[in-house]
């Protein structure tokens, strides 16, 4: 599970990655001798931002910085460089290290995720870093929209107490050509997120894509996941589980019983969401089964490799979320 894990080493030597993700995350046959570092420090990123960032749109409230990897040093470029680099903010602690291990738990779960790392400072504090995936090798841009602009929803107002994650997806199945994959995949990209305490998946961190060349205006499928973290450790963010409603019911304050019941979501929650939104009630029940096993196969071990030092926060919220749905889980009889 640590290779799994992928932190670049400080120190020559290790293998901390397989060659086949060396290559593919940086485009090496092998790992440096020197290791892999973010040229500087924090506080040389934190000066470096407005300056590399004037005109550019990468969005959210931690800095980021497009950079190229320049012998063993990702540096900063104007433009488009292939990787974005994320350190902790001064108030959230260990970010990076939350991200990138709430985005192979994610990775397990048989999401597509963009290709990630956690690559040092040259003082040594880490920072997560992702490659680009809207970059094709023949270097043109695929086509990215986010929900809020399939959705004509302005980006002030992406986590606006009327949307809900039903609404959106209805009209991203519209935008994909009515493709019944994009309600299997929204459906599981909201449930993980309440199940990992990612209280941020508003409508700009939901996003689809098209090839460049591409006909047509239909959107082909969702990008690859990206911006997951746990917000759980950081209680004065987490004031709610979602950011958005589950059910457009709920914007009339009608919920499903169960919630009525015990005031929380659970299992008929996103089993009703994803009938809502076309399913067969075995298909959905199946489906968050399917979810909430598979998370609960592989988070602790994972954590336990993990270098986060919240790993205990985030494995308490993760167990307590689970066993909400443990009871209807065990009533199924034919999930694997």
Do not use: W
Not at 23 to 50: E, S, Y
Not at 306 to 319: F, L, M
């Amino acid at each position: 599970m640590t290779a799994q894990l992928g932190q670049i080493s400080l120190k020559g030597g290790a293998a901390p990655y397989s060659p086949a993700f060396l290559k593919k995350m940086f485009t090496l046959t092998r790992l440096p001798a020197a290791g892999i570092r973010v040229k500087g420090d924090q506080a040389l990123f934190n000066r470096a931002a407005p300056r590399y960032l004037d005109g550019q749109s990468i969005s959210g409230v931690q800095k980021k910085l497009f950079m190229d990897l320049e012998g063993n040093y990702l540096v900063p470029v104007k433009g488009h460089g292939r990787y974005i680099v994320k350190p902790a903010p001064d108030h959230l602690p260990h970010l990076p290290e939350n991200e990138h291990a709430i985005m192979q738990l994610a990775r397990l779960c048989k999401f597509n995720v963009a290709d990630n790392a956690l690559v040092p400072f040259e003082d040594g504090e880490l920072c997560y870093v992702t490659r680009r995936f809207d970059l094709r090798d023949d270097g043109r841009r695929l086509f990215v929209e986010d929900a809020a602009s399939l959705c004509n929803v302005h980006s002030s107002n992406k986590g606006s107490d009327n949307l809900s994650y039903e609404g959106v997806l209805k009209k991203l199945y519209e935008a994909s050509g009515r493709n019944m994959a994009i309600i299997f995949n929204g459906v599981r990209q909201v449930l993980f997120a309440y199940l990992v305490g990612n209280n941020d998946l508003h409508c700009k961190n939901l996003s689809m894509y098209r090839h460049p060349d591409d006909a047509t205006v239909r959107m082909r499928d969702f990008t690859p996941v990206y911006d997951v973290v746990s917000v759980a450790p950081y209680q004065d963010y987490y004031n709610e589980d979602l950011t958005l409603c589950v059910l457009a019911s709920e914007l009339n304050a009608v919920f499903s019983p169960s919630y009525e019941a015990v005031g929380h979501y659970c299992m008929e929650c996103f089993v009703r969401l994803a009938m809502n939104l076309g399913m067969h009630k075995a298909a959905a029940q199946k489906l968050v089964a399917q979810l909430c096993n598979d998370v609960a196969r592989y988070f602790q071990p994972l954590l336990a490799a993990s270098s986060s030092p919240d790993k205990t926060v985030i494995e308490q919220h993760i167990k307590a979320k689970l066993a909400r749905f443990a009871p209807d889980i065990a009533g199924l009889k034919s999930v694997k």
